[in-house]
């Protein structure tokens, strides 16, 4: 499957409001404790790490580790004080970096 | 007395093929209801005919956990393999440039009803055709492109979008077409035939025992309303066919082809046990 991010904001907040932040990443999270047909470990590709940033602040971190299944599903809260944008950053094993944004109304 | 017991109990245990189904919990009676505004019949009065006075869907047998997944259509991770669908449906393929959507259009409009009403009977092949078997037969006779083999390529995430088309809508098969009833027919022997080192047949699990716990998994009345289904311990979803053959191999019996004669008259007679229920696909499983 592509690695593809689904991310749920909410359009709109009143400031201050808590607000929560879903989010679900299309990834086969290969743990490297598999082996294949011919016992042969099957290697271990991961995202590894998930940041959140809004308006370039860190918001939300994860060191992932091989425990987490596939299609990584991340859930949390963030405090809105003002307008701005979310950027959602996963970071696989091989370096390769997924991202994607989304805007919040703010008033 | 104790020489007494050990024969019975010796006795019982060959009955049941050294299987204890022990410790009976009610299934959940939450209502399964997605984004909390969609509700959905996940339990129905039996159809005429059917042994069991209620049925219920699996979605009901699951954890809190799995059950809040399925509940939410945003982490449900059945919906990635819908989006990989909806991304096939529109992608041209084949000898006759065409995609899904060139002559099916918006599958919203045209695949409404096909997940409910499927399997239905094929005149051209003499025998009943479920999803995945008319895809592949679009794929052969319309877009000149080569049918999927057996959970490869696009067949797993096109078969759960055109479900997914009618999701919420009740099951309810045609038996009146063709020989439909003939296959359902075997289908109901099959589901009641012991095979198997284990010596078991669908029903000793999902019709005597549904409720009752098989080691650790909780079984349910073994209903196919939600498949393609996103099941946990595979991370991924997975197709009616592959788990029929699954279930068989776990009673430690040869099991059936995928599309086989045997499979396809199972799935229209399991098909129809689940009359009523509403197509949950992508269903969220353990």
């Not at chain 2, 042994?51 to 939410?72: F, Q």
């Not at chain 2, 995609?99 to 918006?106: N, T, V």
């Given at each position: 499957m592509a690695a593809k991010p689904r991310v749920k904001v909410p359009k709109s907040a009143a400031a201050g409001d808590i607000i929560k932040i879903k989010t679900l990443l299309s990834h086969t999270m290969e743990s490297g404790q598999r082996k294949d047909k011919e016992g042969n470990v099957i290697p271990r590709k991961i995202i590894n790490k998930f940041v959140c940033e809004f308006n370039g602040a860190m918001v939300f971190s994860a060191d992932i580790d091989p425990a987490v299944a596939a299609n990584p599903y991340f859930e949390f809260k963030a405090k809105v004080n003002e307008s701005g944008t979310f950027k959602f950053i996963w970071t696989d094993d091989d370096g390769s970096v997924i991202e994607t944004e989304k805007q919040i109304e703010v008033s | 007395m104790k020489k007494l017991l050990f024969t019975g109990s010796l006795i019982a245990s060959v009955v049941l093929a050294h299987v204890s189904f022990s410790v009976n919990a009610e299934p959940s009676s939450d209502k399964l209801t997605i984004d909390e505004e969609f509700e959905m019949i996940s339990r129905t009065e039996s159809v005429e005919g059917h042994p069991l006075p209620e049925v219920v869907s699996g979605?009901?047998?699951?954890?809190p956990e799995t059950r809040a997944m399925e509940a939410d259509s945003f982490q449900n991770p059945g919906m990635l393999g819908i989006e990989q669908g909806e991304e096939i449906w529109n992608t041209v393929e084949g000898t006759e440039g065409?995609?899904?959507?060139?002559?099916?259009?918006?599958a919203a409009v045209s695949m409404k009803g096909v997940g409910a009403s499927y399997p239905k009977w094929d005149a051209d092949s003499g025998k009943p055709i479920n999803v995945e078997l008319q895809i592949n037969k679009c794929r052969v006779e319309n877009m000149g492109a080569d049918a999927y083999e057996?959970?490869?390529?696009g067949q797993k995430p096109l078969t759960a979008y055109v479900k997914h088309q009618s999701f919420g809508t009740p099951v309810a098969v045609d038996l009146t077409q063709g020989d439909m009833q003939q296959w359902w027919d075997k289908g109901k022997e099959t589901y009641y035939l012991r095979t198997g080192q284990l010596n078991l047949s669908c029903a000793s699990c999902h019709e005597q025992n549904n409720g009752k716990y098989i080691r650790a998994d909780h079984l349910s009345?073994?209903?196919?309303?939600?498949?393609p289904t996103y099941r946990l311990k595979q991370n991924k979803l997975i197709s009616l066919h592959n788990r029929f053959r699954g279930c068989i191999r776990d009673t430690r019996a040869e099991y059936p082809g995928a599309f086989s004669d045997t499979l396809m008259g199972l799935e229209v007679y399991t098909t129809w046990r689940g009359t009523g229920l509403s197509v949950e696909t992508p269903a969220v499983r353990q």
């Amino acid at each position: 499957m592509a690695a593809k991010p689904r991310v749920k904001v909410p359009k709109s907040a009143a400031a201050g409001d808590i607000i929560k932040i879903k989010t679900l990443l299309s990834h086969t999270m290969e743990s490297g404790q598999r082996k294949d047909k011919e016992g042969n470990v099957i290697p271990r590709k991961i995202i590894n790490k998930f940041v959140c940033e809004f308006n370039g602040a860190m918001v939300f971190s994860a060191d992932i580790d091989p425990a987490v299944a596939a299609n990584p599903y991340f859930e949390f809260k963030a405090k809105v004080n003002e307008s701005g944008t979310f950027k959602f950053i996963w970071t696989d094993d091989d370096g390769s970096v997924i991202e994607t944004e989304k805007q919040i109304e703010v008033s | 007395m104790k020489k007494l017991l050990f024969t019975g109990s010796l006795i019982a245990s060959v009955v049941l093929a050294h299987v204890s189904f022990s410790v009976n919990a009610e299934p959940s009676s939450d209502k399964l209801t997605i984004d909390e505004e969609f509700e959905m019949i996940s339990r129905t009065e039996s159809v005429e005919g059917h042994p069991l006075p209620e049925v219920v869907s699996g979605w009901h047998y699951r954890t809190p956990e799995t059950r809040a997944m399925e509940a939410d259509s945003f982490q449900n991770p059945g919906m990635l393999g819908i989006e990989q669908g909806e991304e096939i449906w529109n992608t041209v393929e084949g000898t006759e440039g065409k995609s899904c959507a060139s002559c099916h259009d918006d599958a919203a409009v045209s695949m409404k009803g096909v997940g409910a009403s499927y399997p239905k009977w094929d005149a051209d092949s003499g025998k009943p055709i479920n999803v995945e078997l008319q895809i592949n037969k679009c794929r052969v006779e319309n877009m000149g492109a080569d049918a999927y083999e057996f959970d490869k390529g696009g067949q797993k995430p096109l078969t759960a979008y055109v479900k997914h088309q009618s999701f919420g809508t009740p099951v309810a098969v045609d038996l009146t077409q063709g020989d439909m009833q003939q296959w359902w027919d075997k289908g109901k022997e099959t589901y009641y035939l012991r095979t198997g080192q284990l010596n078991l047949s669908c029903a000793s699990c999902h019709e005597q025992n549904n409720g009752k716990y098989i080691r650790a998994d909780h079984l349910s009345q073994g209903n196919v309303n939600g498949f393609p289904t996103y099941r946990l311990k595979q991370n991924k979803l997975i197709s009616l066919h592959n788990r029929f053959r699954g279930c068989i191999r776990d009673t430690r019996a040869e099991y059936p082809g995928a599309f086989s004669d045997t499979l396809m008259g199972l799935e229209v007679y399991t098909t129809w046990r689940g009359t009523g229920l509403s197509v949950e696909t992508p269903a969220v499983r353990q």
